[in-house]
């Protein structure tokens, strides 16, 4: 088992940054691949950036591409998400999943944890 918990989502001007945070607990952090999504409100979740337990083959959304970066701390059990220059439409609650496969992926329903979410707020 693996508990997820997000942080650092807030409210913020269009072209402004964030960046979240998600610490893990439980089973061995440096083993799972982890994935970040995000779901507005009336719209279905999406996928929007994966790293793999290595810390390597980082793979983002088109929509984020340039703008978001994923990285992990396996000393800390942590996953981030810097977030740049964002928009108006990158307003959604934000969450951070785990899977044990390899490299990751962009469906969520190939991750077996996940957290609560974290709201990004952005304002135009």
């Known amino acids: 088992q693996v508990q997820l918990v997000e942080s650092g989502g807030g409210l913020v001007q269009a072209g402004g940054s964030l960046r979240l945070s998600c610490v893990a607990s439980?089973?061995?952090?440096?083993?799972?691949?982890m994935g970040w999504f995000r779901q507005a409100p009336g719209k279905e979740r999406e996928f929007v950036a994966s790293?793999?337990?290595?810390?390597?083959?980082?793979d983002y959304a088109d929509s984020v591409k340039g703008r978001f970066t994923i990285s992990r701390d396996n000393s800390k059990n942590t996953v981030y998400l810097q977030m740049n220059s964002l928009k108006p439409e990158d307003t959604a609650v934000y969450y951070c999943?785990?899977?044990?496969?390899?490299?990751?992926?962009?469906?969520?329903?190939?991750?077996?944890?996940w957290g609560q979410g974290t709201q990004v707020t952005v304002s135009s």
């Open positions: 790293i793999s337990w290595r810390g390597g083959r980082p």
């Open positions: 439980g089973r061995t952090f440096s083993v799972y691949t």
């Open positions: 999943a785990a899977t044990p496969r390899l490299y990751g992926s962009s469906r969520g329903g190939e991750y077996d944890y």
